[in-house]
């Protein structure tokens, strides 16, 4: 289980984040939801320890974030995170070299599934391309939990489809996710938790599943309701 | 220790295109540079003996004798080197900045590589380090090829052949480059490894508190700078002579060692507690 416990941050005089607390469980779709500057990313950053905190906690099966914790919890941000003069197979090396969690038949399998060539350089993929790529880096390895931040942003309507795809297959088995979108539409089926997040402060979280079959209510419903009140 | 060794060889072979252009630039220049200055001498010997009609000893009384020290002047020699040591300064900012700023922000990787982020640090100083002991040796290396291509362009009776020892004693600056005792060496080299950690601890200063961070870096720097020359200059204005020459050299040693310690700590904390990607 993943815990964020009462995490607060600040940024220079703005307090971003007044006390976030939320869970995700393993084999569960968490979705992170709320408007650009809300904190969504600083999150993802404060569970990976990429960014300092003012308070909080964030444990990973009871226990802090180390550097052992790598080895159990990926983070694909949304920013090119490999060398541009890199090509995909020596992106996919670095990772191996590095990381007991890969699995190297994995990544050929998404490497297949992706459509992309090993022998590209990173700097001529297209955007869509260039974010497949840091799915296949994430999702090739072992991890118990895959934290992803806008998996959708800028990509055409076919990437996005085949990267949404990715949630239906075995690639992500039963591993934790937690997913930062704006485009809920692509992934709402798929999504078990949602947690709303407004000024710095969790509104309100559901389980999906719960609010459908309850109130007959889908997740932009719960959002109009929310955020619109 | 394995990925600290895998780090430092993935960012020696991330500089090795830049580094490769380096050390042809300075083969280059330099070799060109003993061709162009050995021409230029001889040049200068024959309108001296044929045009003006000077005798051989005439012109070497007059002239000197052209040894390696007429090289080691010019700008031929001089400007590789000084543009190697520019390039190398400027590499210990870009070896941090280029992860962080641009299109691709590989900070992210490295920061959760499952190590410890000190060998990150460690990683990129050791990278700076080596650069800097591999130009050194190159330079050993083509002092003596440097030597017989001229002895190839000027006559025996005009030169004045140097040993590697004698070169090096001809440079101004070969103390600190080319250590001449083991103690020499782990002083100076230390005090260059020193100095990588200082600049590194405050590009982390600013890399975790940004514009905040620049005024703590350049202070964090001043402060280094202090504490290392502390004991010189209370021995130069408040206790004039009272230490031996030994003991100074000692305390500046210890407050060496502190001033490293504290970058090593400090970058430490930074790295796992402040840093933001």
């Known amino acids: 289980m993943l815990e964020v416990k009462d995490l607060k941050k600040k940024f220079g005089r703005k307090q971003v984040l007044k006390g976030v607390s939320f869970t995700a469980k393993k084999g569960e779709i968490t979705c992170l939801i709320g408007i650009n500057g809300v904190g969504k990313t ?37 920013a090119i995170t490999v060398m541009p003069h890199m090509k995909i197979s020596e992106a996919m090396q670095f990772m191996d070299d590095f990381y007991d969690c890969w699995n190297e038949k994995r990544a050929t399998e998404l490497l297949d599934f992706f459509k992309l060539n090993a022998n590209d350089r990173v700097s001529s993929l297209s955007k869509g391309n260039t974010a497949k790529v840091n799915l296949l880096l994430g999702l090739a390895m072992d991890v118990d939990y895959v934290l992803m931040d806008e998996p959708f942003s800028g990509i055409d309507m076919f990437s996005r489809e085949k990267i949404a795809e990715v949630f239906t297959t075995h690639l992500i088995e039963d591993r934790g996710v937690i997913i930062t979108t704006h485009e809920i539409s692509d992934i709402e089926h798929l999504i078990d938790h949602v947690v ?34 | 220790m394995s990925n600290y060794l895998k780090l430092v060889n993935f960012e020696l072979s991330r500089f090795m295109k830049l580094y490769v252009v380096m050390i042809c630039f300075t083969i280059i220049m330099q070799i060109t540079g003993v061709i162009v200055k050995s ?67 590989f900070i992210y990787r490295l920061l959760m590589i499952p190590t410890a982020r000190m060998n990150v640090y460690l990683a990129k100083a050791t990278t700076i380090f080596l650069m800097v002991i591999g130009m050194v040796a190159l330079q050993l290396a083509l002092f003596p090829v440097e030597a017989v291509v001229m002895q190839w362009m000027v006559p025996v009776d005009f030169r ?26 782990f002083l100076w080299y230390g005090a260059g490894a020193m100095s990588i950690l200082v600049i590194f601890t405050a590009i982390l200063f600013e890399r975790s508190f940004r514009w905040k961070g620049i005024l703590i870096g350049v202070v964090y720097i001043a402060l280094s700078v202090g504490l290392l020359m502390l004991p010189v200059l209370i021995d130069e204005f408040f206790m004039y002579g009272y230490l031996y020459p030994i003991e100074l050299v000692g305390i500046t040693i210890v407050m060496g060692l502190l001033v490293t310690g504290m970058s090593l700590f400090t970058s430490h904390y930074l790295l796992n507690k402040k840093v933001t990607v």
């Open chain 1, 42 to 78: 600083t999150i993802l950053n404060a569970i990976m320890r990429l960014t300092a905190i003012n308070g909080g906690q964030i444990l990973l099966n009871g226990e802090s974030i180390t550097k052992k914790s790598y080895e159990k919890i990926t983070f694909i941000p949304d």
């Open chain 1, 196 to 229: 709303l997040l407004d000024n710095g402060r969790v509104l309100k979280e559901f389980a999906t599943e719960e609010v459908r079959e309850q109130e007959g209510k889908s997740v932009v419903d719960v959002m109009r309701e929310v955020y619109q009140a």
């Open chain 2, 39 to 105: 021409k230029s001498y001889m040049g200068l010997a024959n309108e001296e003996m044929y045009k003006n009609m000077m005798s051989k000893t005439e012109f070497i009384n007059q002239h000197g004798e052209f040894s390696f020290y007429w090289l080691t002047q010019s700008i031929w020699f001089m400007g590789p080197i000084a543009l190697c040591g520019a390039a190398l300064l400027f590499y210990m900012f870009l070896i941090w900045y280029r992860d962080w700023l641009g299109k691709n922000t």
């Open chain 2, 160 to 185: 004045l052949d140097l040993n590697i020892l004698q070169t090096i004693f001809s440079l101004n600056f070969a103390a600190v480059l080319f250590p001449l005792t083991p103690t020499e060496f």
